[in-house]
Nanobody, 127 residues
Framework: QVQLVESGGGLVQAGGSLRLSCAAS????????MGWFRQAPGKEREFVVVISRTGSSTYYADSVKGRFTISRDNAKNMVYLQMNSLKPEDTAVYYC????????????????????WGQGTQVTVSS
């Protein structure tokens, strides 16, 4: 069992930056790939990025590649999402998710692969 709590969301102007944090609890945290997803009003939840168990591999959605950076600190049970050059279309609730134990590329995109989710944090980017 893994519990996840996100923080760091807020209101920012276009072109600005935010750093999201995800605090994980549970002894098996390091056994999972960790991902960030987002959901805008009226839209389906979409994949943003995932990081492997050791942090050696990452996969980004094309829409955020080059602007967002994921990292994890297994000693602190933390996952981070640094978001730069934010755009109004990045406005959404951002969710931290744990699982699967392995995935690769597009195979990581499916939300059903992630059994554990946080409550989400709102990110609003004004134009």
């Amino acid at each position: 069992q893994v519990q996840l709590v996100e923080s760091g969301g807020g209101l920012v102007q276009a072109g600005g930056s935010l750093r999201l944090s995800c605090a994980a609890s549970g002894r098996t945290y390091s056994a999972y790939f960790m991902g960030w997803f987002r959901q805008a009003p009226g839209k389906e939840r979409e994949f943003v990025v995932v990081i492997s168990r050791t942090g050696s591999s990452t996969y980004y959605a094309d829409s955020v590649k080059g602007r967002f950076t994921i990292s994890r600190d297994n000693a602190k049970n933390m996952v981070y999402l640094q978001m730069n050059s934010l755009k109004p279309e990045d406005t959404a609730v951002y969710y931290c998710a744990a699982g699967p134990e392995y995935c690769s590329g597009y195979g990581c995109y499916e939300p059903d692969l992630y059994p554990y989710w946080g409550q989400g944090t709102q990110v609003t980017v004004s134009s």
